[in-house]
């Protein structure tokens, strides 16, 4: 019987095209302790060469309340050619209460360049005088704003980086990534360890990424000397893997 579920699983893998896998990260501060989950999918369509990878940050408890229930959503979608995850689109989107940013860049490879788009969505109380009973009136509106503009192309996102470098495509030194500010510096110094230079390296910190030689995702990944508030840390809590047709 384990002889055929095993052949079972093995043609599984041969036959379907597309592999979905999924990890579920808590996340905490040293000094706060647990403050919430970091969710990741992949999707690779290995027919078709293409890629889509989704990320998904929420928090719990006092952070939760302090950050007005913020959530991130980051989506990157591409090709992979040669074993290198490349990028045509990348979603960035932020909502908290009354509040929504999102953040759109595509890939132009001819051109050289990545379109940026970004609208904010935001409802604000306005007050007006009502001259009849000598009285404000409050009224909930939304208010729209966007913007798009041409940035100079950089072959990773947030997202291809990281599978990048879980497939060995990342060189030590400067590693570029799109729409990096030009006072920020990313560091790769090898052995899964980053270092993040801010403000033209007045603040600096390392990235600290321990290894699942079983998985495409890391089982843990620190950030050390962060803040004062203590060193920021994912530890992988579920995982799992499974084929579509």
Wanted: cysteine-free.
């Amino acid at each position: 019987m384990k002889k055929i579920f095993l052949l079972f699983i093995i043609s599984l893998s041969l036959f379907s095209s597309t592999l979905v896998q999924k990890v579920k990260y808590q996340s905490g501060i040293s000094i706060y302790g647990k403050i919430g989950f970091v969710d990741l999918k992949l999707k690779e369509d290995r027919k078709n060469k293409t890629y889509f990878f989704k990320a998904t940050t929420t928090s719990q408890g006092l952070v939760q309340y302090l950050s007005s229930n913020r959530i991130d959503v980051f989506i990157s979608e591409g090709i992979i050619s040669k074993g290198v995850y490349k990028p045509l689109k990348f979603t960035k989107k932020t909502s908290k209460t009354d509040y929504n940013k999102t953040t759109v860049y595509i890939f132009d490879y001819e051109k050289h360049t990545v379109l940026k788009t970004k609208t904010i969505q935001e409802y604000k109380i306005i007050s007006t005088f009502n001259h009849i009973d000598f009285s404000f009136d409050d009224e909930r509106k939304l208010f729209v704003e966007e913007n798009t503009e041409n940035i100079d192309l950089e072959g990773n996102d947030y997202l291809s980086l990281y599978l990048n470098l879980k497939k060995g495509n990342i060189s030590r030194g400067k590693v570029p990534y799109v729409d990096k500010k030009d006072k920020d510096t990313l560091l790769f110094l090898g052995n899964n360890l980053f270092e993040v230079q801010k403000n033209f390296g007045e603040d600096n910190y390392k990235i600290s990424m321990i290894d699942d030689n079983k998985s495409i995702f890391f089982h843990k990944v620190q950030s050390i000397g962060v803040s004062f508030y203590g060193d920021a840390y994912i530890t992988k809590l579920s995982e799992e893997k499974y084929f579509l047709d």
